[in-house]
């Protein structure tokens, strides 16, 4: 083979990956490190992207398990990545505000109570049409008179209007392996699951100085599990509630 056509065959054959297989898909997934603590960023674009959320397995009852739930979507190949994402009763389902292909099963939670979802404030992250927020339970309840297509509440708040929640010391004690959600100024949402235990403070400035997100979401601590087809990854522990699925648009 002439230097000129080898070096073009070369060259096709490094666009399609090694030996001219197709590269494996992107992940919308990265890991990043902040302030020591290794985490898992994930991020759902509105141009890119469709967020729903998904509860029930085919027998009605709540799926309970990321792996449950890659079997069951309609269309596994067209996930971008799933997270739990709202806090549940012992029989997994929602104890918030919980609205999925725009039918409520939960109305909203204001009572008080101990445990992270009562931290108040706590909040809810909704969205329809590529439109995705997070607000206070409070602003909810008072601002949003439309039913979303898919909304999530759980708590507690971790940055509200730019500062941290009040109650939260910069690292306190409490360490636990923590996902949240945050969207930031562009419309993007911002999904983060720590790889290794960090406190409530340290998860916060990760989206108010790092993502800077307005507004940012606790999601769940202890229990926390990710699911990323693109980096093969299907997280298996404690049983779960409802999830937050982030679908490639077509």
Not at 66 to 84: C, K, R, S, T, W
Request: proline letters at 8%.
């Amino acid at each position: 083979m002439k230097p000129l056509a080898a070096a073009l065959l070369a060259l096709a054959l490094a666009g399609c990956g090694v030996e001219g297989e197709a590269q494996a898909p992107l992940s919308a997934c990265e890991p990043v490190v902040f302030e020591g603590t290794p985490m898992t960023h994930c991020v759902a674009d509105p141009a890119r992207h469709r967020i729903s959320m998904a509860l029930d397995a085919p027998d009605g009852d709540p799926a309970r398990s990321l792996e449950v739930l890659a079997d069951i979507l309609p269309q596994p190949g067209e996930a971008a990545f799933a997270m739990n994402g709202g806090m549940f009763d012992a029989d997994g389902n929602p104890i918030g505000y919980y609205v999925e292909d725009g039918e409520r099963r939960h109305t909203l939670n204001r009572n008080e109570g101990g445990g992270n979802f009562h931290l108040l404030p706590n909040g809810v992250f909704f969205g329809t049409d590529g439109e995705w927020q997070v607000r206070t339970t409070g602003d909810f309840a008072e601002h949003v008179d439309t039913r979303p297509e898919f909304a999530t509440q759980s708590g507690p708040m971790l940055v509200i209007g730019g500062k941290l929640h009040p109650a939260f010391e910069d690292d306190g004690d409490s360490k636990k392996i923590r996902n949240a959600v945050g969207v930031d100024r562009a419309g993007r949402a911002h999904f983060v699951i720590s790889q290794a235990p960090l406190s409530f403070g340290k998860l916060a400035r990760y989206f108010r100085d790092r993502l800077e997100t307005p507004n940012a979401l606790f999601l769940d601590g202890s229990v926390s599990q990710l699911w990323d087809p693109a980096r093969e990854r299907l997280d298996r522990g404690a049983e779960l509630g409802p999830f937050i699925v982030v679908e490639k648009l077509p």
